[in-house]
């Protein structure tokens, strides 16, 4: 069975703005290769939108608006949406951004949250079923 997997926003704009040999972006090619179906939620996606939208990270991607809009709808064509109540996973971490990953695992049962956050997200490695990895760690469980 395919797995599913949460992209935290981290990743997703890291895929963008490196060069191809970096995990996050090979990460990103396994999803347009079918390997994993993604999980996401409209306060997931609203963050990825800001960040992609942001002055410093847009000099770096050098996207136009369209093109951001189209990288997004690229995203959501196979994806999964949920709409968790973060009041589930209240306490678990200090960052709003962090509690709302950790409600959307909860609720959608996904496979695998992948993140580069080592200080608030890795260090508890596993949220209910959910494992939490790099984009490294998580390519070796593609393969």
Do not use: W
């Amino acid at each position: 069975m395919i797995p599913t997997a949460i992209l935290d926003t981290n990743v997703l704009v890291q895929a963008v703005i490196s060069s191809p040999p970096a995990a996050s972006a090979r990460v990103l090619d396994a999803y347009y290769e079918h390997k994993f179906r993604l999980v996401y939620s409209s306060a997931s996606l609203d963050e990825l939108l800001d960040v992609l939208l942001l002055p410093t990270i847009r000099r770096r991607h050098g996207f136009s608006d369209e093109e951001v809009v189209d990288f997004i709808g690229s995203l959501l064509v196979r994806a999964s949406c949920y709409t968790p109540e973060d009041s589930i996973s209240a306490g678990v971490t200090r960052d709003a951004t962090d509690t709302h990953l950790l409600a959307l695992a909860a609720e959608s049962g996904a496979d695998y949250l992948v993140t580069n956050d080592h200080r608030h997200l890795l260090r508890l490695r596993r949220y209910h079923r959910t494992e939490i990895v790099t984009p490294a760690v998580f390519l070796r469980r593609l393969s």
